[in-house]
T-cell receptor, first 112, second 119 residues
Framework: ELKVEQNPLFLSMQEGKNYTIYCNYSTTSDRLYWYRQDPGKSLESLFV?????AVKQEGRLMASLDTKARLSTLHITAAVHDLSATYFCAVDKPGANSKLTFGKGITLSVRP | DSGVTQTPKHLITATGQRVTLRCSPR?????VYWYQQSLDQGLQFLIHYYNGEERAKGNILERFSAQQFPDLHSELNLSSLELGDSALYFC??????????????????FGPGTRLTVL
């Protein structure tokens, strides 16, 4: 069974500082997705990482994928309040059964 | 706005009742997925339909069923509701082609969700 773990589950960040959050998964996959969810809202797709060494950047967020280590990182540069949200990573395996298996999410809170 | 629509936004009902949640995928998407999000279980995959056919089942209870219609909208039916069924229910849709389904990636776009409260 595919398992996805995220840590930490909650992170209090100080404005202006850099942070990294992690996503581990349990089985071979080269497809990893990052989503953002604001409280009570839907999930917004942030990044799709499709191969070992893939790196994607959008604004203050940069995501990378190491398929050999089964690890993805999301790096936050100079945190700002607008980044406060819950971030989920998800993994799927190619094929007809293309459900996404999600981690429990990491809630980020940016304080002044 | 992802282009995926869900109705209703909120649903309050009593134990034992039956409800229907509706989802319309993005224009052109043939796949619809249903997920349940609760505090204790997190985001759980329920079921996947592709162009009217069931493709995969996850942790979906026997009391729950779904279908996808010829116009590609989907309905999730929840019956004999229990307090523990209270959750946010999301549907998502994804890219339409066969190549995308089997050989490429599967970026899913989520609807706004239906918040179900069972009293």
């Amino acid at each position: 069974e595919l398992k996805v773990e995220q840590n930490p589950l909650f992170l209090s960040m100080q404005e202006g500082k850099n942070y990294t959050i992690y996503c581990n998964y349990s089985t071979t996959s080269d497809r990893l997705y990052w989503y953002r969810q604001d409280p009570g809202k839907s999930l917004e797709s942030l990044f799709v990482l499709l191969s070992n060494g893939a790196v994607k950047q959008e604004g203050r967020l940069m995501a990378s994928l190491d398929t050999k280590a089964r690890l993805s990182t999301l790096h936050i540069t100079a945190a700002v309040h607008d980044l406060s949200a819950t971030y989920f990573c998800a993994v799927d395996k190619p094929g007809a059964n293309s459900k996404l298996t999600f981690g429990k999410g990491i809630t980020l809170s940016v304080r002044p | 706005d992802s282009g995926v629509t869900q109705t209703p936004k909120h649903l309050i009902t009593a134990t034992g009742q039956r409800v229907t949640l509706r989802c319309s995928p993005r224009s052109g998407d043939l796949s619809v997925y249903w997920y349940q999000q609760s505090l204790d279980q997190g985001l759980q995959f329920l079921i996947h339909y592709y162009n009217g056919e069931e493709r995969a089942k996850g942790n979906i209870l026997e009391r729950f069923s779904a279908q996808q219609f010829p116009d590609l909208h989907s309905e999730l039916n929840l019956s004999s509701l229990e307090l523990g069924d209270s959750a946010l229910y999301f549907c998502a849709s994804s890219t339409p082609s066969g190549r995308a389904l089997y050989g490429s990636y599967n970026e899913q776009f989520f609807g706004p969700g239906t918040r179900l409260t069972v009293l």
